[in-house]
């Protein structure tokens, strides 16, 4: 057995998805001790940001043709799909950026398409875990209702295009104890807060014991 994890918060010291996804590694691990947690933390360690445009480009050019550049990045994109797909469980903490997905996960997630193919489900029936959390509200009735364009995405792709097995953790108002102007929903973000966690360890458990 092995979990993937992924994360891709630019601050890891103070990752509010990174405090839910470790509640759901410690779960995994608890249940199977011993057993390889495959890490890659795309915010510290971020993939080359032309690698997919290379690896694009180099799928369309004859062998004979193609550059270094284009070789390295076909390469990267085949071990970056390889990776996932020997996963026998799955764990990305994903952060939302000004209102949309980190673009070291869409990176991420461009590259994998293009290693594996566009239409190949990598994840099909892998229990994955999706830790996803936004600074702000964007929930029914809010100033922002709908502004929210990173968890749709990620639903779509990891349910829909990959067809994994998917559970999401999400939290909300995360900046809320730090911003002045969201003083009036702190009390709300720690109602949230405490939901995530104990969410987070419901899940950990679930994928703990698939």
Do not use: C
């Amino acid at each position: 057995m092995s979990l993937f994890r992924l994360d891709a918060s630019i601050l890891p010291g103070t990752s509010a998805s990174a405090e839910l996804a470790d509640i759901v590694e410690a779960r995994w691990s608890a249940a199977h001790p011993g057993e390889p947690v495959v890490r890659r933390h795309l915010g510290t360690d971020p993939l080359p940001a032309d690698a997919w445009t290379q690896a694009t480009i180099g799928q369309y050019t004859p062998e004979s043709d193609r550059t270094p550049a284009h070789r390295e990045a076909l390469d990267l994109a085949a071990s970056l799909a390889e990776e996932l797909q020997a996963a026998d469980a799955v764990l990305l903490a994903v952060p939302l950026y000004n209102f949309g997905v980190s673009q070291h996960f869409k990176t991420w997630a461009d590259l994998v398409i293009a290693g594996a193919g566009p239409a190949a489900p990598v994840l099909k029936d892998t229990p994955t875990v999706l830790a996803t959390v936004r600074g702000g509200g964007y929930g029914p009735g809010t100033p922002r209702e709908g502004w929210d364009h990173s968890t749709p995405y990620l639903r779509r792709v990891l349910a829909d295009m990959w067809q994994a097995d998917l559970s999401v953790i999400e939290r909300e108002l995360t900046l809320a104890a730090t911003t002045p102007a969201m003083e009036p929903l702190r009390d709300l973000a720690a109602r949230l807060h405490s939901e995530a966690l104990d969410t987070a360890h419901e899940v950990g458990q679930a994928l703990a014991t698939r």
